[in-house]
């Protein structure tokens, strides 16, 4: 019982609330599941926030819009995606039973009830640090993608002040900040962690990389395992994107997509047997796989094939998958299984089926279109017209560093660029 002079509760509530809100504040970096106050109508200042909305999904059908604020998922406050995806889990143990999800338009809360699970849409996390994160993770991961023969000329600007070690080292700093002010969960400081180390990172990073991720798996829910490493493939962090996929199909085998994409992972990594493999299991049940997996599934084939000198099999898959897609890789691959097995025929025809469908492309790419030529001629023992080839290219500056790293993530690759240099200095 109250005391009789007491103020009356009602009063009270702005003042409870305010406290609530700053222990919050102060405390969400703990990454808990915690309740919301009911009543309450102030915007929140974390959540995840929907940057896609997928046709026919639940978002769509409840009127979900782009930019709108998720803060709440049954009992459960939404601070970043390890909370939204905990709270998923949690509501899977009755997957029949729809739960009350709390949005945010603006300053206006909506409430909308869905079954528990995919919700039909893409989210980021809604935070001031966090996106300032991402703004530095993007500038690392842009930098990284730059060969290191034009680290220094076209792009000397960027990499005189070390370049992605410095970018590497800007992104720590706001990392490090936050893990002492709190102004990130323990959660995302730990992503942002991993996501530093690089696939080329020193022997130690890699030792520390491993390190991060067994901490990461053994706290967070499987499905955020399975996203993020389809995140991180998609930066390019394909060795951290291997082991999370590797993780979540351990507890769920039956993922095709993720199997695939961790097959692609796998290209990315040179592991052309491992690559092979997902491939033969996805395509075990190849009328499952939706077009896209095909193609996935046809193209890491052709990979695989190739790095075992499998070459008619390789230009199989190969061909089946530009069918598909008509792309610059999988017509490439075609030309260099012919010329790796002196196929001048199967060489000439993809060479014009190339021309004729990526003439663009076809321009651009010359040097690395003659590399094969000569590579081609050469295997048929015709060195005097792969010099004529050699002689006509166009391309003089840091052809063999052009080379190396353009043919560095095909199989057999290195034998086109050691073929180039012979004939060059012979």
Known sequence: ????GSAPRRSLLPFLLSVVLAACASSFAQSRLADLPEGNREP??????IIEVRPEGQLEKAGIQVMDLLSRYGKFTVVDHSTYYKAREFYLKTPDQKVKVRFWRGRTPMTIEVLPGTIGGSTNEYNAVAYQLDSAMMRVNALKEIPEFSRMVEFKSEFENSGVEAAIAQAREIIDRAEADGSLTPTQILV????LILDNAPEDELHKLNALLVEFVQNQPLEYIGWLGNKFSEQGHYRTARQLLKEYLSKNPDSILARLNLGNACLSLGL?????AVADLALTNADDLWPEGL??????KAFGALSRSDY???????????AMNGGTIQIEMVQL???LSGNMDKFIEATSKRKESLPKEFETLKLQIDSL???????NGNDALAREVIARSTEKDRVEARLKNYWRTYPQGNKVVENWMRLSTN
């Open 272 to 276: 052309w047997t491992e690559a092979e």
């Open 1 to 4: 019982m109250p005391n009789p």
């Open 373 to 379: 030529e000569a590579l081609a001629l050469s295997v």
């Open 337 to 339: 299984a012919a010329a």
């Open 312 to 322: 008619n099999t390789s230009i199989a898959f190969a061909e089946k998958a530009f």
């Open 295 to 300: 193609f996935m599934a046809y193209q890491q």
């Open 44 to 49: 929140p200042k974390l959540g995840v926030r």
């Open 192 to 195: 942002g962690r991993i996501g």
